[in-house]
């Protein structure tokens, strides 16, 4: 079986393999990262075809067929994408490991809706954890990343 | 430690905190550092400058605040400095990262050797361009001629190839505060792209060619001894390469995490012992062991005052076990080169952990390393980090790499909780606020007593004033949590002066200016309630309201919070805190660090808890531990109030200890209802 991530194809022989556990130790993308393993706290979101999706609870089998999007995946040609940029520019991070979840999940509702009030960005992001407190400036740069693009 | 290009080196008391005893060597495992001196600063002939320190980064923004510290001293760009943190084979010693001592401690010493360096490129300069120093410039990496700028010389070329080593001058003239260019203005995190990138590898994500994964067996609760074990299932599972017992592990290592996972899964094990306790007989056994008392405070005679005087309260506070829950679970990996170890850790302590694996191993601290990875977060509690050496058995038995990574139980089980607290306080006080006597007498879980010790006596100025502090039974592994004591000793003295003041029918803010003298206190307080706009009003208010003042690791802070009683909830709508830590390297860094306090404070006061049911920690699943959401949160704002000519102090902790009390205060201003045990939510009527 192949899978499609970040735009190439990969073997995945075993379509009951977790899909974060995949990622990380199979392919080496361990910008998705091990949070809770019960898909409370967001660390581990991928985009499927660009629907957000939580990796610790799916399977390879379960996502093939489509393409998935990591972390590793959203900047082009060495370019961060603007809701990359946005942290960045907000100071939006203090350890940083649930930031990868956050961007992904950002650019999941951004995709959908690309104007979000702030309570659409609370609501879409309730599901991500960050113990740092780092929230504020998080929704500052959703709200930013919005604004700025096109 | 030399090499090409410009070293220098100090002493390394930088990396001992300036209260040893408040640390205590031994409860953290440390031993003081042998090696005398260390390299702290490289400038190279490649014109980059790199700087070396024991201390890590878990998020606390101190690889850009020393980054920020060296670039001004030395004149050069920001972007032409590396930070070096946490690998005991790179850095100099370091007793941990704990305590907010980083800015305030070594960061000096880096101001120091950068500004020695500085002074002694001055020197080589004027020798090579045959000037006095007075007609030299520094900026952008170069020494220049005042009269013709062509004649200049970049810091590589100074340096050449040529190994150079100084000490650290520790008279050496800092830069002033006024002549800062990058120091106090705000400047972005150096290692952000890497955290929006998925770039940065944390503990949880060290791979290396060959690797293990491995599952410990694991006790069902604290104490608990194993009677007997069953592996013979386990070790036929698919995937299983072995099953290890070493001392009191027992493991299964496979080739993948989850045949690890279902192999420890068929272990058979018998387990007995531990404390029987649940989590509702916690107040009382702190009140039947306490123990080991600490005088923290003595001023006076509060017998004598409580005899005489018109007023006296008592009231009794307290708050449970909470879960520090850094995101990232504690994970390493181990990997033997013969008899040389390396260990990749997320631990808050590279140089300790160095030290307790030696010492397992009965071989020289120089035959181990320990590389503190980037660490998903630690609030103190990845001081206690025991997969490190888990890791280093179980690869030593295996002749491969080893990765244990602790899953969300696993970090919340073998890790360790924030210690419960039990706080009886009395007062005496006249008709006009003024507190005429105070004893305060707390007893925080477990055997560590300087947790409890943290800012448990009063600021205020009470000419009777007794503080003591006691250790007891615990039923659960207690430690490190962010400001240690001093959250929970700060929310039962200034819900007490809360107390005072509405018996009274005095403002609050009144009460507090009454009987506060120090003039930082009282600074950070008008600064808070005037960016509030605070209005008098003897609570309560029906407004929801509330203040509080505190001190923590040598740093100032007050909070006004504005909060909505919305059914059974409590909606905090808006926070100020205003912040006296002295010099500020990076106001953004400071800023970030006082509004993640402020949501940690925030879980903690309302709804975090541990709970434990016959010896069981029942809720270390996020299923059934609630903490804040991007949906909780309020409105902050930092107001930074300090002045740059007083040295540094923390800005990592002292922001969380004004949040449950300001919480609780506001509460009784809006409702009426005096609520002394957190957290608040469970307990509002």
Redesign the interface.
């Known amino acids: 079986m192949k899978v499609t991530v970040n735009g190439d194809q990969r073997d995945a022989p075993n379509q009951r ?2 899909l974060l ?1 995949y990622l ?2 199979d392919l ?11 898909g ?2 967001g ?1 581990c979101t991928v985009l499927v075809d660009g629907q957000p999706l939580k990796a610790c609870m799916s399977t390879v089998g379960a996502v093939a067929g489509g393409s998935i999007t ?3 995946g ?2 082009q040609n060495g370019e ?1 994408h603007a809701v ?1 940029q946005a ?3 907000e ?1 939006a ?8 979840g956050f ?1 992904m999940m950002a650019i999941g509702l951004l995709d959908r809706e690309g104007r979000p009030s702030r309570d659409t ?3 879409a ?2 599901g ?12 500052k740069a959703v709200l930013r990343a919005a604004g700025e693009s096109k | 430690m030399s090499e090409a290009g410009l070293s220098i080196v100090g002493d390394l008391t930088a990396g001992f905190p300036a209260r040893p005893g408040g640390y205590g060597t031994r409860a953290y495992g440390n031993t003081k550092p042998s090696g005398p001196r260390a390299r702290w600063l490289l400038v190279g002939a490649d014109e980059r400058v790199t700087v070396f320190a024991g201390k890590v980064e878990y998020g606390q923004n101190i690889r850009t605040g020393f980054a920020v510290e060296v670039a001004d001293e030395l004149r050069v760009p920001l972007a032409s400095v590396d930070v070096v943190l946490g690998d005991t084979d790179e850095v100099p010693w370091d007793m941990g990262t704990f305590g907010s001592q980083s800015t305030a401690r070594v960061g000096l010493q880096l101001r120091k050797a950068a500004a020695t360096a500085r002074e002694l490129l001055l020197d080589l300069a004027s020798r090579r361009l045959d000037l006095p120093r007075e007609d030299l410039i520094l900026g952008a990496g170069r020494v220049s001629s005042n009269a013709d700028p062509n004649r200049a010389f970049s810091y590589g070329e100074l340096v050449g190839d040529e190994e150079i080593e100084r000490d650290i001058d520790d008279d050496v003239v800092l830069t002033e505060p006024a002549e800062f260019t990058v120091m106090g203005s705000d400047v972005r995190r150096i290692d952000s792209e890497a955290r929006v990138t998925g770039e940065a590898i944390y503990s949880q994500d060290v791979l290396r060619p060959g690797m293990l994964f491995a599952r410990v067996l694991r006790a069902p609760a604290f104490g608990a001894t194993l009677v007997e074990a069953d592996t013979s299932a386990a070790e036929h599972m698919p995937g299983v390469v072995t099953v290890v017992r070493d001392g009191e592990i027992i493991a299964v290592l496979a080739e993948d995490d989850e045949s690890a996972e279902r192999a420890i899964g068929v272990v058979q094990a018998e387990w007995q012992g531990g404390p029987k306790g649940s989590s509702i007989d916690i107040p009382q056994m702190l009140a039947e062991t306490k123990r080991d008392p600490v005088a923290v405070q003595g001023i006076g005679d509060v017998e004598e005052a409580f005899r005489t005087s018109d007023h006296i309260l008592e009231a009794t506070y307290y708050g449970p076990h909470i879960a520090t829950l850094p995101m990232e679970p504690r994970a390493a990996v181990a990997e033997w080169d013969g008899d040389r170890l390396t260990v990749w850790a997320g631990t808050q302590r590279p140089f300790g952990i160095r030290t307790e694996l030696a010492g397992a191993f009965r071989t020289t601290e120089t035959n181990v390393r320990v590389i503190a990875t980037e660490i998903g977060g630690g609030f103190g509690t990845k001081s206690w980090f025991p997969p490190a050496l888990e890791a280093a058995k179980l690869a030593r038995n295996a002749g491969r790499p080893v990765r244990v990574a602790y899953t969300r139980q696993e970090d919340a089980t073998e890790g360790n909780f924030r210690p419960a607290a039990l706080i009886e306080i009395k007062s005496a006080f006249r008709s006009d606020g003024t507190v005429t006597s105070w004893q305060f007498e707390a007893t925080h879980t477990g055997p560590m007593g300087y947790i409890a010790q943290r800012e448990a006596g009063t600021p205020y100025a009470i000419e009777n004033a007794k503080a003591t502090v006691y250790c007891s039974d615990t039923l659960v592994r207690v430690g490190s949590y962010r400001s240690l004591g001093a959250a929970l000793n700060n929310f039962a003295r200034e819900s007490h002066m809360d107390e005072i003041a509405a018996q009274l029918g005095i403002d609050p803010f009144e009460l507090r200016m009454r009987n506060m003298k120090e003039p930082r206190y009282r600074h950070v307080l008008e600064e808070a309630a005037k960016q509030f706009g605070y209005e008098p009003g003897a609570a309560p208010t029906n407004r929801g309201i509330g203040i509080a003042i505190g001190e923590d690791v040598g740093s100032y802070v007050a909070t006004c919070i504005e909060l909505g009683i919305e059914g059974k909830d409590i909606r905090v709508r808006r926070v100020v805190t205003a912040i006296d830590c002295g010099l500020i390297v990076n106001p953004e860094g400071v800023r970030n660090q006082v509004e993640g306090s402020t949501m940690m404070g925030l879980g903690g006061a309302l709804y975090e808890a541990i709970e434990i049911g016959d010896g069981v920690v029942l809720n270390t699943s996020l299923s059934r531990y609630q903490v804040p959401r991007i949906t909780d949160t309020p409105d902050i704002e930092v107001v930074l109030a300090g002045d740059s000519n007083e040295p540094s102090t923390g800005a990592g902790e002292p922001g969380i200890v004004t949040v449950a009390p300001a919480i609780a205060n506001a509460v009784f201003d809006a409702t009426g209802q005096r609520i002394r045990e957190l957290p608040l939510k469970r307990q509002l009527r």
């Not at chain 1, 080496?28 to 019960?38: D, N, V, W």
């Not at chain 1, 991070?93 to 990868?100: E, S, T, V």
């Open positions: 393999r977790n556990s990380r130790f080496g993308l361990t910008g998705t990262k091990y949070g809770c393993g019960e409370l706290c660390a990591t972390i590793e959203v900047a961060l990359q942290f960045v520019d100071s991070m203090q350890c940083g490991y649930c930031i990868p961007i960005v609370r609501q992001l309730a991500n954890l960050c113990r740092c407190g780092t929230y504020q400036r998080i929704e």
